[in-house]
């Protein structure tokens, strides 16, 4: 089956630097991917739709600037977190869609990263 | 994509069938009902889909109501291991917006 491969799956920055997190499809092309943030405690919230070859899409108050992401080839997207803050550190989840399809339609999620920004 | 009602948390003891509902009163007819779980600080893992018929793989059953208004989610034989958040997803299979919509989920508390 599909394979999503998120890497680091762990973190700690200080505070002003950046984070890069990667999001590999390792068995199938993706031409889109899904970058997920999940407090503790919360549901999963969908930050941006990432698209090979094209600017991301950012959900409403998702800041762009800040959260860089890059789709530079159908098997890799990568999320980069700008001058972290504390209020960053989060658990971020990639998502990735195999259009051969399959019983789950595509979507196949990586192991997550757990971001802490001291 | 329709709205998901679940219950916050269920506990079940180890050995015994997990029934989860889900209720999607709002659904479409050409909506699926998916699931998903969570374990703790893992990315989500698919469990099952269907549109209308009941479904079963090697994880889970998924019962859907006639008027597929709600449905159910099966383990037959819950294990230590099924502690998770399980999240009732409804939505088109293939549209334009593409991604997953997650809502609070059912935290399940498997006991020994």
């Known amino acids: 089956g599909a394979v999503v491969s998120q890497h680091p799956s762990r973190v700690i920055c200080k505070s002003g630097t950046s984070v890069k997190i990667e999001c590999r499809s390792l068995?199938?092309?993706?031409?889109?991917m899904f970058w997920y943030r999940q407090f503790p405690k919360q549901s999963l919230m969908l930050m941006a739709t990432?698209?090979?070859?094209?600017?991301?899409?950012?959900e409403q108050g998702v800041e762009k600037d800040k959260f860089l992401i890059n789709h530079a080839s159908l098997t890799l997207s990568t999320l980069t977190v700008t001058s972290a803050h504390p209020e960053d550190s989060s658990f971020y989840i990639c998502?990735?869609?195999?259009?051969?399809?399959?019983?789950?339609?595509?979507?196949?999620f990586g192991s997550g990263t757990r971001l802490t920004v001291v | 994509d329709a709205k998901t009602t679940q219950p916050t948390s269920m506990d079940c003891a180890e050995g015994r069938a997990a029934n989860l509902p889900c209720n999607h009163s709002?659904?479409?007819?050409?909506?699926?009902v998916y699931w998903y779980r969570q374990i703790h600080s893992q990315g989500p893992q698919y469990i099952i889909h269907?549109?209308?018929n009941n479904e079963t793989n090697e994880m889970a059953s998924l019962i859907i109501t006639e008027d597929r208004k709600s449905s159910t989610l099966i383990l037959p034989h819950a294990t230590l291991r099924d502690t998770a958040v399980y999240y009732c997803?409804?939505?088109?299979?293939?549209?334009?917006?593409?991604?997953?919509?997650f809502g609070g989920g059912t935290r399940l508390m498997v006991k020994p």
């Open positions: 068995d199938f092309q993706a031409t889109t």
């Open positions: 990432s698209n090979e070859g094209s600017k991301a899409t950012y």
């Open positions: 269907g549109l209308k």
């Open positions: 998502s990735a869609r195999d259009l051969r399809g399959g019983a789950n339609y595509g979507y196949t």
């Open positions: 709002t659904i479409s007819g050409n909506e699926y």
């Open positions: 997803i409804v939505r088109v299979a293939y549209n334009a917006g593409n991604m997953l919509t």
